[in-house]
Nanobody, 126 residues
Framework: QVQLVESGGGLVQAGGSLRLSCAAS????????RAWFRQAPGKEREFVAA????????VYADSVKGRFAISRDNAKNTVHLQMNSLKPEDTAVYYC???????????????????WGQGTQVTVSS
């Protein structure tokens, strides 16, 4: 049973930074995609960023390009999301995810996700 546990959320002022982390356990397979999604109140869950096993061909949503950076440590089964220049519209619950279908990295949807974390709240005040 795969378990994903996020940490690092919180309250920050606009223009500030936060670093989210997600630790995975119970993973018995290799070569999977790690990703982050977010869901704001009253909105659908949306893709934020994804990183393949190799660390190459990273994909970001247009709304976070140039501000967020995803990274992973396969030896520690962790993935991170460094969020800089945060905006009030970045306020959401952030979820980490594992996707096993490697073809989905470029056009990932919530329905593609095999395992979800419980989510961590990020609130950006104006």
């Amino acid at each position: 049973q795969v378990q994903l546990v996020e940490s690092g959320g919180g309250l920050v002022q606009a223009g500030g930074s936060l670093r989210l982390s997600c630790a995975a356990s119970g993973v018995t397979f290799r070569n999977y995609i790690r990703a982050w999604f977010r869901q704001a109140p009253g909105k659908e869950r949306e893709f934020v960023a994804a990183i393949p096993w190799s660390g190459g061909n990273i994909v970001y949503a247009d709304s976070v390009k140039g501000r967020f950076a995803i990274s992973r440590d396969n030896a520690k089964n962790t993935v991170h999301l460094q969020m800089n220049s945060l905006k009030p519209e970045d306020t959401a619950v952030y979820y980490c995810a594992i996707v096993r279908d490697l073809r989905r990295v470029a056009m990932m949807r919530p329905s593609d996700v095999d395992s979800w974390g419980q989510g961590t709240q990020v609130t950006v005040s104006s």
